[in-house]
């Protein structure tokens, strides 16, 4: 019988690695190269399993630090507790104190369109 997840301390993948390794996967088959945004999406997925580890879902602790670590240029770093409090609890649309790949994925889509308005009014200025 295999340990349970929750028994193992949470394993990190780096997002390198996750990416060589889809790289090797895709660079099997005899089809085109990736695209920039299937390159992107992936990305996406090593970022979350990166900070997820193998439970599957980001706690409070753990989107804190993708935030601070992977998302500098974009958001200021997340210092005052209840702003992540707020975030958290607006991402959490079930309840279940944990952000799963779908709500995390509407934190990427809501920052993708909140930079991309940004830059077209400083291109507008």
């Keep these: 019988m295999e340990p349970s997840c ?14 060589r390794l889809l790289d090797m996967a895709s660079s099997l ?21 990166t900070y997820s580890g193998c439970r599957g879902s980001l706690r409070k602790v753990d989107l804190k630090t993708l935030i601070n670590r992977e998302l500098p240029q974009f958001v200021q770093e997340i210092r005052d507790p209840e702003i992540l409090e707020r975030l958290f609890r607006d991402l959490d649309t079930n309840g279940d104190l944990q952000i799963d790949f779908q709500e995390y994925a509407t934190l990427v889509a809501m920052l993708t369109a909140a930079c991309h308005t940004f830059f077209i009014q400083k291109k507008a200025e």
């Design 6 to 19: 929750r028994a193992q301390a949470a394993p990190r993948v780096s997002v390198q690695r996750f990416c």
């Design 29 to 49: 088959h005899q089809g085109p190269a990736l695209t920039a945004l299937e390159r992107a999406l992936l990305s996406t997925m090593a970022v979350f399993h």
